[in-house]
């Protein structure tokens, strides 16, 4: 962050994201959260199993 507030050519940090692009990263973070919400759910699980068998 630090460079560009520095730079005297912030045009140079632009970049044009094609509709490809867009496409590629809206899969990417689907994948992302599907993969973080089976972790939750797995994590979940195993705190309810261990509340119920009384660990913690």
Avoid: V, W
């Amino acid at each position: 962050m630090q460079n560009f507030r520095n730079s005297r050519n912030k045009r140079a940090c632009l970049y044009l994201l094609t509709p490809q692009g867009i496409d590629a990263k809206a899969r990417i973070a689907a994948r992302f959260l599907q993969r973080k919400e089976a972790e939750y759910a797995a994590l979940h699980a195993e705190m309810k199993a261990d509340a119920d068998t009384g660990l913690r």
